[in-house]
């Protein structure tokens, strides 16, 4: 057995044991340390971390995952890696992002489903009430929930667009995917008063409250949702830091969240929000091209460097980790999550 010495984002050290058979994910789930993760396969970049010391086996994974950039700055995939001596790693997360019992499953009844653009759905649900949980919904903003399709053994990971409160309330933005069985579901089948299993909340992609950096938040279609559950939080704080965000979409028919945005600047007076449409119509007089594009031109005129999120699709994050490295952004400064189909 080799010992592993986990040090989180804000200093925080967690320590577990394992055997060089055993992901370090398994083996730190043994010692009843549950560290964020999703699909456990080497296809969402959820679990990574950076190995500072030590040896590891790392298994098969997606490049959209763990970048040649992210691998060669010492990241590594927790589902992916074994330990072949004693390590010491660290985590882009919080120490509250680590759970130290299983992750709990509620009930909670669909209150209301509306579009939101073209190609997405808002859903908005309630929990029901829990005996060991009671009604609140509790979490950090960034972080996602496993919805489960009612009668079905089928789950999706969806980030939460709201902010942690007492009556229960989740909020997401949902993508259509063709043939996609949850998107099925929304469209066909689902009606208010629906009852789900919910997981949650899980994942690591939540700010880092010891910075006091500016943030930037680089957003694809309904990766704004963790963005706007980080920024409304920061509006319910007072926060003055200055902060962004580059939010963008494929066309104009796929615009949506708008009116959040608009509330969200209202409400936070250093915040500047830049909406990208990629093939805009002849009539869009705003940014035409992607996130990335709009962020490589403000980062271009910036000296200070800020803090950066970016969630969406594999493209989006890659092209945003290229261009915030280019610009002088830290790689340790640089926070990501993937949107990607089931």
Same mark, same amino acid.
């Given at each position: ?90 985590? @882009? ?146 926060? @003055? ?102």
């Amino acid at each position: 057995m080799f010992k592993v010495k986990f040090v989180t984002r804000d200093g925080a050290s967690i320590a577990f044991e394992a055997d060089s058979s055993d992901t370090l994910l398994d083996a730190a789930a043994k010692a009843n340390i549950f560290l964020p993760a999703v699909c456990r396969e080497g296809g969402c970049g959820t679990c990574r971390a950076t190995r500072k010391s030590g040896i590891v086996a790392l298994g098969s994974y997606s490049k959209s995952a763990l970048t040649d950039a992210d691998r060669a700055a010492g990241d590594i995939l927790l589902c992916r890696s074994t330990a072949q001596s004693d390590l010491e790693l660290t985590a @882009p997360f919080d120490k509250a992002a680590v759970g130290f019992s299983p992750v709990p499953e509620r009930g909670a009844r669909v209150a209301q489903i509306t579009r939101a653009g073209a190609g997405a759905v808002r859903v908005v649900l309630q929990y029901e009430d829990d005996p060991a949980h009671g009604r609140a919904a509790e979490f950090i903003p960034g972080q996602f929930m496993e919805l489960t399709i009612p009668g079905t053994s089928i789950t999706r990971a969806y980030s939460l667009a709201n902010t942690p409160n007492w009556d229960g309330t989740l909020e997401f933005l949902i993508r259509l995917h063709p043939q996609g069985a949850f998107s099925a579901y929304l469209e066909d089948r689902a009606k208010v008063g629906d009852s789900l299993l919910v997981k949650g909340p899980q994942g690591s992609f939540t700010a880092d409250e010891a910075s006091q950096a500016s943030r930037w938040f680089v957003a694809g279609g309904t990766g704004v949702a963790p963005m706007l559950s980080m920024l409304r939080q920061m509006a319910e704080f007072g926060d @003055p830091r200055d902060c962004r965000l580059f939010f963008g979409v494929n066309t104009t028919g796929e615009l949506f969240a708008r009116d959040a945005i608009e509330e969200l600047t209202t409400a936070l007076p250093n915040l500047k929000a830049t909406i990208c449409i990629w093939k805009p119509g002849p009539h869009w007089s705003g940014f035409a091209g992607t996130p990335a594009e709009a962020l490589a031109v403000v980062l271009a005129e910036n000296v200070a460097r800020p803090d950066i999120y970016v969630c969406g699709p594999p493209a989006l994050i890659e092209a945003t980790e290229a261009i915030a490295l280019a610009g002088g952004v830290p790689h340790d400064r640089i926070f990501s999550e993937q949107f990607s189909p089931a």
